[in-house]
C-alpha cells in the first residue's frame, strides 16, 4: 500500500527501462578504483542502465561506461553512478545505475534497435 493507502505500486524510476533488442556488450572502467572489465546491458533507459557480469563495485563509485551496440557500428561513453549491485546466480553481479547526464534518443536509440 502507498502512503494514501492505494495499492498502486510506487514508480522508482524516472525514466522506463528497456531491454536492447540484442546482445549489447559494454566495458566498465574507473581507473582510481582499478576497475577495467566488460560486461553487457541488461537494461537502458535515457537516465541508466542494468549492467550484467560486472564485478562487485561498491554503490555509488562513479564508472566510465563504453556502451557499443550490437552490430558494433555505434559506441557511446558515458559516466555512471552505481546505485545497486545484487550477486547473480552466474557468479557475476548485476548492476544498476544512473549516468550522470540524460541520454538523447538520438544517442539512446542504436541501443534498441
Same mark, same amino acid.
Given at each position: 500500500m502507498t502512503s494514501d493507502g492505494s495499492s498502486r505500486r510506487k514508480v522508482r524510476r524516472a525514466s522506463v527501462r528497456c531491454a536492447p533488442f540484442r546482445l549489447t556488450p559494454c566495458y566498465l572502467s574507473s581507473p582510481s578504483q582499478g576497475i577495467a572489465t566488460s560486461a553487457w546491458v541488461y537494461n537502458i533507459s535515457a537516465v541508466g542502465a542494468g549492467i550484467l557480469g560486472s564485478p562487485?563495485?561498491?554503490?555509488?563509485?562513479?564508472?566510465?561506461?563504453?556502451? @557499443?551496440? $550490437?552490430?558494433? !557500428?555505434?559506441?557511446?561513453?558515458?559516466?555512471? *553512478?552505481? /546505485? &545497486? @549491485?545484487? $550477486?547473480?546466480? !552466474?557468479?557475476?553481479?548485476?548492476?544498476?545505475? *544512473?549516468? /550522470? &547526464?540524460?541520454?538523447?534518443?538520438?544517442?539512446?536509440?542504436?541501443?534498441?534497435?
Open positions: 562487485w563495485i561498491a554503490p555509488d563509485t562513479i564508472l566510465t561506461v563504453e556502451l @557499443i551496440n $550490437a552490430g558494433h !557500428t555505434y559506441a557511446l561513453s558515458v559516466e555512471m *553512478q552505481v /546505485t &545497486r @549491485i545484487e $550477486a547473480a546466480k !552466474t557468479g557475476n553481479h548485476y548492476l544498476g545505475g *544512473q549516468f /550522470t &547526464r540524460r541520454l538523447s534518443y538520438e544517442e539512446l536509440l542504436p541501443f534498441l534497435i
